[in-house]
């Protein structure tokens, strides 16, 4: 079992930044990558960012050049900096982790981002 705790996020006005932080616990040797999906009233989960162990990244095309994922092994935590906001981002983003001994994804509760314009 992996929990996953998410911080940061909150109301911002549009152009604003924030950070997001989520910690990871228990089986974490079996993570294989970490992640965070954000999901807008009515619309499907989708993702934001991903990074592997080994540090490859994967960004959603909606925020490439505007948001970035980074890690802290030591730690167990996975973050999102978020720049240049707009009130299209407006979402509940959720961290992710995958594991690989069996195969499956882990969920945090998620946290509000709000952008006004």
């Known amino acids: 079992q992996v929990q996953l705790v998410e911080s940061g996020g909150g109301l911002v006005q549009a152009g604003g930044s924030l950070g997001l932080s989520c910690a990871a616990s228990g089986n974490i040797f079996a993570i294989e990558s970490m992640g965070w999906y954000r999901q807008a009233p009515g619309k499907q989960r989708e993702l934001v960012a991903d990074?592997?162990?080994?540090?490859?990244?994967v960004t959603g095309d909606s925020v490439k050049g505007r948001f970035t994922i980074s890690r802290d092994n030591a730690k167990n935590t996975v973050y999102l900096q978020m720049n240049s906001l707009q009130p299209e981002d407006t979402a509940v983003y959720y961290c992710n982790a995958v594991t690989f001994t069996i195969p499956r994804d882990y969920w945090g509760r998620g946290t509000q981002v709000t952008v006004s314009s």
């Open positions: 990074i592997t162990n080994g540090g490859s990244t």
